[in-house]
């Protein structure tokens, strides 16, 4: 979880491709809305804010699909 952020909820899944990984976490604040954080390596971390968890869904399934054309296997979830 980043700092300075008012998260009460959070769940990370990882893709790997070869030897890389990439991270995803959907965070739930405080306030009721979502983030959608990815990491790789080699790349600055995004950080997309969602009003609802509908919109947040919506954007973390487009993603799966990207990320699976892309060649990446997962999501590997943790808590």
Do not use: H, N
Not at 41 to 64: G, I, K, M
Request: glycine share 8%.
């Amino acid at each position: 979880m980043r700092p300075g952020v008012d998260c009460i909820t959070a769940m990370f899944y990882f893709f790997q491709k070869g030897l890389d990984y990439l991270r995803c976490e959907i965070q739930g604040r405080k306030d009721g809305s979502f983030e959608l954080v990815i990491t790789e390596r080699d790349a600055p971390e995004r950080v997309e804010q969602y009003p609802t968890s509908q919109q947040a869904e919506r954007r973390w399934t487009e993603l799966q699909d990207q990320f699976r054309t892309d060649g990446w296997a997962g999501p590997f979830g943790r808590e």
